[in-house]
């Protein structure tokens, strides 16, 4: 199994060439989601899965295949980390077992759903966007300051 680093940082590469800028967000409100459990994804999965793809949704060869679903022949996958851990039992100085938690990092690899064939398209739900009335009548009666004549940057 490759180090899960490297696949990291070729991936960050791969995108690169292909003009996406990973860290950059697209404007858009949905981010890379598991089509089963419909969980965005977090971390640097959010960069890794960043691509041209119409669809947000993600999943994984053996995920596709139980739904009934196939990836397209020739299709390259995209591959995600995750933390895994397994315990170790160790015997400390007064001789007890002591249990131990023991973490590692692990990959696999995601098909984005327009990869795939005979799975239902799933349409992102509309993010419901509720002013705070509050915050909009403090902008109303105090107004945006712009000030142009600063030595220092403020976003």
């Not at 995209?78 to 015997?91: A, G, L």
């Not at 007890?96 to 990092?105: C, E, H, S, T």
Request: charged content about 25%.
């Amino acid at each position: 199994m490759k180090d899960v680093f490297k696949v990291v940082t070729d991936q960050i590469v791969k995108q690169l060439e292909a003009g996406i800028v990973p860290w950059r967000r697209p404007w858009t409100t949905n981010g890379p989601t598991s089509y089963v459990t419909n969980k965005e994804y977090q971390g640097i999965n959010t960069i890794l899965l960043q691509s041209n793809y119409e669809s947000p949704y993600w999943l994984t060869f053996r995920q596709a295949q139980k739904m009934g679903g196939s990836i397209r022949a020739g299709e390259k996958g995209s591959p995600i980390v995750f933390v895994d851990r397994m315990i170790k039992e160790e015997t400390n100085k007064e001789g007890q077992v002591v249990i131990k938690p023991v973490y590692f990092l692990k990959y696999y690899t995601v098909f984005n759903w327009c990869q795939t064939k005979g799975l239902p398209e799933k349409i992102p739900p509309e993010r419901d966007h509720q002013q705070i009335q509050s915050a909009e009548e403090l902008m109303r009666i105090r107004g945006p300051c712009i000030d142009t004549d600063t030595r220092q940057a403020y976003y």
